[in-house]
T-cell receptor
Framework: GQNIDQPTEMTATEGAIVQINCTYQ??????LFWYQQHAGEAPTFLSY??LDGLEEKGRFSSFLSRSKGYSYLLLKELQMKDSASYLC??????????WGAGTKLIIKP | DAMVIQNPRYQVTQFGKPVTLSCSQT?????MYWYQQKSSQAPKLLFH???????NEADTPDNFQSRRPNTSFCFLDIRSPGLGDAAMYLC??????????????FGAGSRLTVL
């Protein structure tokens, strides 16, 4: 079967750095997405990786290693508004999006 | 601003009473999706349309139906809601081709409560 694993919950301090990991086992690979979802709201797109390496976008960066079936989302200079769930999703060989259950990130002052 | 709009934001219904949720988009995207999301779970794809081509996920119950009368609108009908259908229903769109073909833009969601 297809599977996306990410930690259920993480806690970090305002101003610090946090890395949210995602491992996947899917039927093929056509890209990996990270979405941010605040409580009670819809997900919003953060990043897309299809090639190995690091993609940087402001305070957020996303890394992919296809050979290891692994990605991480790195958040720097954490702000209270970054408290949210972070969803990892992989596009498989049929262009179906396989979702993880999300990592709830709690930011403490 | 181009966007995806869902109505209603909150819907309360009684067990077995039909419900229709609507979604409209001004992004001119080819693909429209309906997802069901329960608390602390991954979104679950119910249906998607590429233009008028309808795609039903294999495990979507018959209780759920969908219509896309034109490229801008999509509806989700729940014929006989059960307690297990209480969830957030998310509409999303994507280009379907070209740059960012598979990046999803979501509406704000419709939260369904079943009494």
């Amino acid at each position: 079967g297809q599977n996306i694993d990410q930690p259920t919950e993480m806690t970090a301090t305002e101003g610090a750095i946090v890395q949210i990991n995602c491992t996947y086992q899917t039927s093929g690979f056509n890209g990996l997405f990270w979405y941010q979802q605040h409580a009670g709201e819809a997900p919003t797109f953060l990043s897309y990786n299809v090639l190995d390496g690091l993609e940087e976008k402001g305070r957020f960066s996303s890394f992919l290693s296809r050979s290891k079936g692994y990605s991480y989302l790195l958040l720097k200079e954490l702000q209270m508004k970054d408290s949210a769930s972070y969803l990892c999703a992989v596009l498989d060989s049929n262009y179906q999006l396989i979702w993880g259950a999300g990592t709830k990130l709690i930011i403490k002052p | 601003d181009a966007m995806v709009i869902q109505n209603p934001r909150y819907q309360v219904t009684q067990f077995g009473k039909p419900v229709t949720l609507s979604c409209s988009q001004t992004l001119n995207h080819n693909v429209m999706y309906w997802y069901q999301q329960k608390s602390s779970q991954a979104p679950k794809l119910l249906f998607h349309y590429y233009d008028k081509d309808f795609n039903n996920e294999a495990d979507t119950p018959d209780n759920f139906q969908s219509r896309r009368p034109n490229t801008s609108f999509c509806f989700l009908d729940i014929r006989s809601p059960g307690l297990g259908d209480a969830a957030m229903y998310l509409c999303a769109t994507s280009r379907g081709e070209g740059d960012g073909a598979n990046v999803l833009t979501f509406g704000a969601g419709s939260r369904l409560t079943v009494l």
